[in-house]
């Protein structure tokens, strides 16, 4: 690490898109108007994680395709979709229609190995055995394969169509979605696979601790041995959940305050058997944050970052949360809103 100044081009946001079980289309709503808050606010990017089981987005290509109708130049993400449940043919027809809705605006974050409640959710889904299945990145790649627009057997296969004899191949053909595919890194070896392999690497809050009990030092090294892969290709974006208490009421700055203090507690430590890492929540004013932020070793060595809104907050502590990180915080870590240019992240 070079210990340079931040110096970050792109902001995004990761929302939970929360909702209540009894009423899902008010929570849907608000997030989707949440998405058109963060496109007037010059944001760049806006994001929704895939959740099963949980009242949350659990079709983030369905939410997706109706955040293309309500917003037209803030670049639309899920993170992540996990592939073990998906099929890596279906799936990129998805999300090649999203991207050809939104004109381009796709990033699509994907992560590999046994997804999570696949005890109750895979005899659902698959039929048969599925304990052996493939859950590797495997599956990543060949959901990938799929986006490329080849067509489907040799020169001279045809289907019949109402449109006469066509060359078959993935409709529709989203041309760039390929280069806006992100892996959800977490340890070293999925970093380096992901650089290998051509992905754009999403570093978030929480990471594996190997041989390390330091969340900021494993981090680098999963950044160090992705570039070495990646050979100069490839986007990183970092994660981190950051809370301004500036915009904030008396009782509400109470409640952030004892929301961080309540996880705090996890960050001293490695979690479990697999040693599970977690950066501190950033909580405070804005001058507290930026100095924290300042003394971030892994933003400094990126140039997009990611706004990590928690799980239990409230659509108008959303709201706040992004006004005050555009207007107080972006700025000073490099950030400048060029004019909300679609292109700079095209």
């Not at 950051?242 to 509400?252: F, H, M």
């Not at 979690?271 to 932020?293: C, K, M, S, W, Y």
Request: glycine share 10%; proline share 5%.
């Amino acid at each position: 690490m070079n210990g340079a100044r931040p110096a970050i081009k792109h902001i995004g946001f990761l929302t939970p898109g929360n909702y209540s079980d009894g009423d899902p289309v008010q929570g849907l709503e608000q997030t989707l108007q949440l998405f058109g808050c963060g496109e007037a606010l010059g944001f760049d990017s806006a994001w929704v994680r895939q959740r099963h089981l949980e009242p949350g987005i659990s079709s983030a290509s369905a939410f997706l395709a109706a955040a293309t109708q309500r917003t037209s130049r803030i670049q639309l993400g899920t993170a992540v979709i996990p592939i073990g449940y998906e099929s890596p043919y279906r799936l990129a027809e998805h999300l090649s229609m999203v991207d050809v809705l939104s004109r381009g605006r796709l990033n699509v974050g994907l992560s590999a190995g046994r997804p999570l409640h696949a005890e109750l959710i895979a005899p659902l889904f698959f039929d048969g055995e599925w304990e052996n299945l493939d859950f590797t990145h495997d599956r990543v790649l060949r959901f990938t394969s799929n986006l490329r627009g080849e067509h489907l057997g040799d020169e001279t296969t045809m289907i019949k169509t109402p449109f006469g004899p066509q060359r078959p191949r993935l409709q529709p053909y989203a041309r760039g979605l390929i280069d806006r595919i992100w892996y959800g890194g977490g340890s070293l070896r999925s970093a380096t696979w992901a650089g290998a392999n051509g992905f754009n690497l999403l570093i978030g809050n929480v990471t594996s601790g190997e041989d390390t009990d330091d969340v900021f030092v494993a981090q680098a090294r999963q950044l160090q041995a992705y570039r070495k892969a990646a050979k100069g290709r490839g986007r990183v974006a970092l994660g981190r959940v950051i809370v301004p208490l500036d915009g904030a009421g008396s009782a509400t700055r109470r409640r952030y305050r004892e929301y961080a203090a309540g996880r705090n507690e996890r960050t001293r430590s490695p979690q479990g058997e697999r040693r599970t890492l977690f950066a501190p929540d950033v909580v405070g004013t804005a001058e507290e944050i930026v100095e924290r932020l300042l003394a971030d070793p892994i933003l400094a060595e990126v140039d997009e970052f990611r706004l990590e809104l928690p799980y239990e907050f409230e659509d108008d502590e959303y709201r706040q949360i992004l006004d005050d990180f555009v207007t107080l915080i972006a700025r000073r870590i490099g950030w400048v809103d060029q004019g909300r240019d679609q292109e700079r992240w095209a």
